[in-house]
C-alpha cells in the first residue's frame, strides 16, 4: 500500500468512527436537518486540513467536538437561528433557578448565584458598547480572539485591548471575589 491509502484509510476510519457522534451533537445544538451533513462535512474537513491525525483518540474527539462547536454556532448565525443573550434581569434569574436546580444542592449556593449573575449581569449592561460586546463574546460565548476580530471586524490588538479594558472594568467593579 502508498503513503495516499494508507491516509485515505486512516481518515475514513476517523470519520467512520466520529461521524455518528458528531451528527447527535449537532442535532442537541439545534443545526438544522438541512444543515446536518455540512456542518458535519465541514468540522472533518477543518479537523483534516489543520490538525494531526495521529493524535490520541480522546484528543482526535475533544478537538472534533469543539470544531463542531464552533461550525455549528456559525450555521445558526447564517441562518439567523441565534438565540440572543438576554440581559435582562428577570430572564437571567430564571435562567440561574432552572440551572441551578440540576447543579446545585444547597441554598445557600443558589441564593448566592443568582445575586453575583445579577451583579455582573447588571454591571455588563452598564457598561460602554465595546466592552459590553467583549463581555458577552469572550467571557460569555468564550469566542476565540481570532473568532471575535472576524465578527467584529477588528484587528486583533484592538480586541485583545478592550478585552484587558472590560477585564479591569469587571474586576474593580464587581471585587476581589469575582475571578475574571
Excluded at 495516499?4 to 449537532?26: C, M, T
Excluded at 458535519?40 to 483534516?48: D, G, K, N, R
Aim: with cysteine.
Amino acid at each position: 500500500m502508498s503513503i495516499h491509502e494508507d491516509e485515505n484509510l486512516l481518515l475514513q476510519s476517523i470519520y467512520g468512527e466520529y461521524q455518528g457522534l458528531l451528527r447527535r451533537i449537532a442535532k442537541t445544538l439545534h443545526v438544522p436537518d438541512m444543515e446536518l451533513d455540512d456542518v458535519v462535512q465541514e468540522t472533518f474537513i477543518a479537523y483534516f486540513e489543520n490538525y494531526s491525525l495521529s493524535w490520541s483518540d480522546t484528543r482526535k474527539k475533544g478537538m472534533l467536538i469543539k470544531i463542531l462547536k464552533r461550525k455549528s454556532i456559525d450555521c445558526l448565525r447564517k441562518n439567523g437561528h441565534y438565540e440572543k443573550v438576554s440581559l435582562d434581569e428577570d430572564d437571567a434569574v430564571n435562567e440561574v433557578a432552572m440551572l441551578t436546580r440540576y447543579v446545585v444542592t444547597d441554598p445557600l449556593d443558589v441564593i448566592l448565584g443568582e445575586e453575583a449573575l445579577l451583579k455582573i449581569t447588571r454591571e455588563i449592561s452598564n457598561m460602554r458598547d465595546e466592552w459590553k460586546e467583549m463581555a458577552v463574546l469572550y467571557f460569555l460565548e468564550q469566542l476565540t480572539i481570532p473568532e471575535i476580530c472576524e465578527i467584529l471586524k477588528i484587528p486583533g490588538t484592538v480586541c485583545r485591548s478592550r478585552i484587558y479594558r472590560t477585564r479591569v472594568c469587571l474586576k474593580k467593579i464587581l471585587g476581589p471575589n469575582f475571578d475574571i
